[in-house]
């Protein structure tokens, strides 16, 4: 099975600073339609998780632009370019390539 | 826009079953699965099983193989999850997702295990 490795796990940040969240595969997630399938998630206290990014960099829509999501091969980035108090909770990295399908671990971001 | 409404908390005993419904509305539901996925208090996120709502096939978390049945209902746009041989770790919150790859999320269903 893949393993998903997120890092840091938890990170402070001030207002208006950039974020940054590592997600790791434990092997490559190149589907066979040639598509990589490494979604990120916002799950703020209370609510029910939201999808943020689809396959590496697609954002879903109405999800602001100082989200962003790169990398290939094992390894993925989600980035806030500027981090607002409406972004404290918990981001997860998932992969839907290989089944069965796993999410990281969760990475807790609070506001300093 | 797309919406899933999950039915309402559970309390239930050990070596019981539980069925969790989402029903979804705004999108054509035979074009995605429906995927479940669950969340014990304070931990995180846990696939379980998904299902296309186009063809019938599925897939379970082996973990959960042989417990868990997901079906869906495309007269109603309803999805359904039974969990069987409930044990006090199945104390969590049960999330339905729209697709694979989780576009929009039910509300979830608090399922509570205790005797």
């Known amino acids: 099975d893949v393993v998903m490795t997120q890092s840091p796990l938890s990170l402070t940040v001030t207002l208006g600073r950039p974020a940054s969240i590592s997600c790791r595969a434990s092997?490559?997630?190149?589907?066979?339609?040639?598509?990589?399938?490494l979604n990120w998630f916002q799950q703020r206290p209370g609510q029910s998780p939201r999808r943020l990014i689809s396959?590496?960099?697609t954002r879903d829509s109405g999800v602001p632009d100082r989200f962003s999501g790169s990398g290939s091969g094992t390894d993925f980035t989600l980035k806030i370019s500027r981090v607002e108090s409406e972004d404290v909770g918990v981001y997860y990295c998932?992969?839907?390539?290989?089944?069965?399908?796993?999410f990281g671990q969760g990475t807790k971001l609070e506001i300093k | 826009q797309a919406q899933l409404v999950q039915s309402g908390a559970e309390v239930k005993k050990p070596g019981t079953s539980v069925r969790v419904s989402c029903k979804a509305s705004?999108?054509?539901?035979?074009?995605?699965?429906v995927s479940w996925v669950r969340q014990a208090p304070g931990r995180g996120l846990e696939w379980m099983a998904w299902?296309?709502?186009?063809?019938?096939?599925?897939n379970y978390v082996q973990k959960f193989q042989g417990r868990v049945t997901v079906t869906t209902d495309t007269s109603t746009s309803t999805a359904y999850m039974d969990l069987t041989s409930l044990r006090s770790d199945d104390t969590a919150v049960y999330y339905c997702g729209r697709g694979p790859g989780l576009r929009d999320w039910g509300q979830g269903t608090l399922v509570t295990v205790s005797s």
């Open positions: 092997q490559g997630l190149v589907h066979s339609d040639g598509n990589i399938y």
């Open positions: 705004g999108y054509i539901f035979t074009n995605s699965g």
């Open positions: 396959k590496v960099s």
């Open positions: 998932m992969q839907g390539t290989h089944w069965p399908y796993a």
């Open positions: 299902i296309s709502a186009y063809n019938g096939n599925i």
